[in-house]
């Protein structure tokens, strides 16, 4: 069973910084595709950023050169850096790994709170 455990949400001002974690149970690499969804109150979770089999990655226009998504292999942990925070990037994080044959796993989420 995999487990995905996220960590380094928190509260932070407008143009403040955090960087996120998510420690896997297993290496990143065994995975179609690793990576961050939100989720803000009365919206549909959207992708943030992931990292895709041959480690391309995507992100979404709404982060695209405020977030860097990266990962350690020796950690089995993937992280989304962001910088240049916005109250509209309040949301609920969570870790999400794509396997075949096809198979999702979410982690727990995070909550990341941006105050104006």
């Known amino acids: 069973q995999v487990q995905l455990v996220e960590s380094g949400g928190g509260l932070v001002q407008a143009g403040g910084s955090l960087r996120l974690s998510c420690a896997a149970s297993?290496?990143?690499?065994?995975?179609?595709?690793i990576g961050w969804y939100r989720q803000a109150p009365g919206k549909q979770r959207e992708l943030v950023a992931d990292?895709?089999?041959?480690?391309?990655?995507t992100y979404a226009d709404s982060v695209k050169g405020r977030f860097t998504i990266s990962r350690d292999n020796a950690k089995n942990t993937v992280y989304l850096q962001m910088n240049s925070l916005k109250p509209e990037d309040t949301a609920v994080y969570y870790c999400?790994?794509?396997?075949?044959?096809?198979?999702?796993?979410w982690g727990q989420g995070t909550q990341v709170t941006v105050s104006s």
């Open positions: 990292i895709r089999v041959g480690s391309s990655t």
């Open positions: 297993r290496s990143t690499f065994s995975f179609n595709a």
């Open positions: 999400k790994a794509s396997s075949w044959p096809p198979r999702d796993y």
